[in-house]
């Protein structure tokens, strides 16, 4: 895929145009496919479910797992800056 190359995808309906910088074709297709993973694998459970329904719940879906992912991106870091605390104090005052 070259920078000028536009290229379009349907969500849902929805005609999702990129037009791609560099690596963002692939971020952008790895993120279409995914969302349509998700969409597909609901439609599959609740097939009764209108488009606009699937969007919010995937959209819920998506949110709520990145706010776990930064949570617990949070706390590794907390536990390994606490490592690296409890680390230097053990070496000594020298290493500070």
Not at 41 to 55: F, H, I, Y
Not at 57 to 75: F, N, P, Q, R
Request: proline share 3%; hydrophobic share 40%.
């Amino acid at each position: 895929m070259t920078e000028s190359q536009e290229v379009e995808f349907n969500v849902l309906g929805c005609k999702v145009k990129v037009q791609p910088n560099q690596n963002d074709g692939q971020k952008a297709k790895a993120v279409i496919d995914f969302i349509s993973s998700e969409i597909e694998q609901l439609r599959s459970k609740r097939p009764m479910l209108r488009d606009t329904d699937l969007a919010v719940l995937v959209a819920l879906k998506v949110a709520t797992e990145k706010i776990e992912l930064e949570d617990e991106y949070k706390k590794n870091i907390f536990k390994l800056e606490e490592s690296l605390e409890f680390a230097l104090s053990a070496i000594g005052p020298q290493a500070n």
